[in-house]
């Protein structure tokens, strides 16, 4: 019997003034960079400074208790450390990704790689992670419970960071109106932090004239939430960042026999990946043997094959059965913390659960071993598709997991998408970034690296910005 679900109360503001704030605060996002390419502009995703629209934006930020934002932050660290312990663990992950290898091919192409880095013993001395935690605040538990780890291309850093700016800026400017206190919106420096981190890699690759690589998609809408980290690099630490399709490595990169990475004729230290994440960024062959003449470099790998492999689903779910998290951690506190945000992880090798999700899809996701936003099944979908892959039979249901659905207090707020300010019944997902760059038994960084807060309308099933389904936000304490 799920809570009464408690009646939301209506926006501090009536909807002409917060179309007057909407306008105001668009204004701000195109003064200070908080933009996106505008898909009405068939240039946007390829000619910077062409076809730009204010980033969507929710008007005022979400509520969410001091004590959960805490706890949310410590956990940061922990999961920094458990990803590079996991991570080292070359056979834990080619064991646990044994059966998805087997009916999912993108998974496999990238176990291939991992496993060629093992046969040869290839070591990452130098491990850079930038890494967000997502989760989610369920009303029934008021538990913090976390919907999935991200090790590689994790967004806004650069777009999320400016959220809280413009919402203190807004409660500032509004103050009559609102009774809100702007330092209530926590400070939130993931974009100077993140490239404080890439470029303090850099540092420990010691060698002045190389670059930072970003890999990029040759279509990129959110190419300047990117150059905000660019931008970092350049003005604070006078470090040069190339941006390069996978394709653009293979025909212009070598590896010199010393293992250096040289690319358009310049050496790179960090390899940062904002595209390598899905199967649509490897069209062809060509992809594949530039992911791996990277891999077999020494430039500092962000993230590694391994860092990769540790932020899938499986492992994630891998991770939640008992006694897994003690082969890496020691510290029980820790792992009790970690334990303590895990929502329901299981693979479909149990009947049971399978059972149960077929019969009541709607507590349930099921999850394929993508990222990027739009993959997960729901609801009916959800039923039909593992009632489908149990008539199969083999091993085809290894390709998923089945995860908790997690249902957040829905509010009422307002959207500001194109310049249009919606008023909508909304969820929120919190993420938090986390930061670490270790050099062989040197811990050079293990932090909280700032937050993003996004919010979609409560009926969406996806919550992916990019993907056209969510909003940037920000936080309130309360
Ligand atoms: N084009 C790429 C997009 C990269 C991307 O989709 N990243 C995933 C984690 S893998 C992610 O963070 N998704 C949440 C952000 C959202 O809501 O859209 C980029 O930004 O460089
Ligand atoms: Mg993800």
Not at 275 to 301: F, H, M
Not at 333 to 358: N, P, Y
Request: glycine share 6%; charged share 25%.
């Amino acid at each position: 019997m799920s809570a009464a679900v408690p009646v939301p109360a209506p926006p501090p503001v009536d909807p002409a003034t917060a179309g007057e704030m909407a306008r105001e605060a668009a204004a701000w996002c195109a003064l200070h960079g908080l933009v996106v390419g505008d898909r009405a502009d068939p240039r946007s995703a390829t000619v910077p400074g062409v076809g730009l629209v204010h980033a969507p934006f929710s008007l005022l930020p979400a509520h969410l208790p001091e004590s959960i934002w805490r706890q949310a932050c410590e956990l940061a660290t922990i999961f920094n450390e458990l990803v590079d312990r996991v991570s080292l663990d070359g056979k834990f992950l080619q064991d646990s990704l044994s059966k998805t290898r087997q009916v999912d091919d993108f998974t496999s192409r990238l176990l291939e790689i991992h496993r060629k880095m093992m046969e040869i013993n290839k070591e990452e001395n130098i491990r850079l992670g930038l890494h967000r935690s997502d989760y989610m605040l369920d009303l029934e538990t008021n538990s913090l419970l976390q919907i999935e780890l991200n090790t590689i291309s994790t967004s806004f850093p650069g777009l999320g960071s400016l959220v809280s700016d413009l919402h203190r800026s807004l409660i500032n400017q509004y103050v009559h109106l609102l009774s809100l206190e702007p330092k209530r919106v926590p400070g939130n420096a993931a974009s100077s932090k993140f490239a404080e981190a890439l470029a303090r890699a850099w540092a420990e690759f010691n060698v002045d004239s190389a670059v930072v690589m970003m890999i990029v998609q040759p279509e990129e809408r959110n190419m300047y939430d990117q150059y905000w980290l660019t931008n970092h690099l350049k003005e604070s630490y006078g470090i040069t960042t190339i941006r390069k399709t996978l394709s653009q490595v293979e025909a212009e990169g070598q590896v010199l026999p010393d293992g250096t990475l040289v690319v358009d004729g310049k050496k790179v230290a960090v390899v940062y990946y904002r595209a390598g994440y899905t199967p649509n960024d490897y069209p062809s062959e060509a992809e594949w043997s530039a992911r791996l003449l990277i891999e077999q470099s020494c430039a500092v790998k962000c993230p590694s094959i391994s860092y990769h492999l540790v932020g899938t689903k499986k492992i994630q779910q891998e991770l939640a059965k008992p006694n897994v998290l003690e082969r890496f951690l020691e510290n029980k506190e820790e792992i009790a913390k970690l334990r303590k945000c895990f929502a329901g992880l299981w693979s479909l090798d149990d009947e049971e659960i399978v059972k149960t999700a077929i019969e009541k899809p709607e507590l349930f996701v099921l999850k394929p071993q993508r990222e990027g936003g739009g993959n997960n099944i729901y609801g009916l979908d959800l039923r039909e598709t593992l009632t489908r892959l149990q008539k199969e039979g083999g091993d085809a249901l290894a390709a998923y997991i089945l995860m908790q659905r997690i249902f957040p207090k829905a509010s009422l707020a307002y959207l500001v998408r194109g310049g249009i300010c919606h008023e909508g019944l909304v969820i929120s997902e919190l993420g938090i970034y986390g930061a670490y760059l270790r050099n062989k038994d040197k811990v050079v960084i293990n932090e909280q690296s700032g937050y993003l807060m996004r919010t979609k309308v409560s009926s969406s099933d996806e919550g992916g910005v990019a993907a056209g389904f969510a909003v940037l936000d920000s936080l309130y304490l309360t």
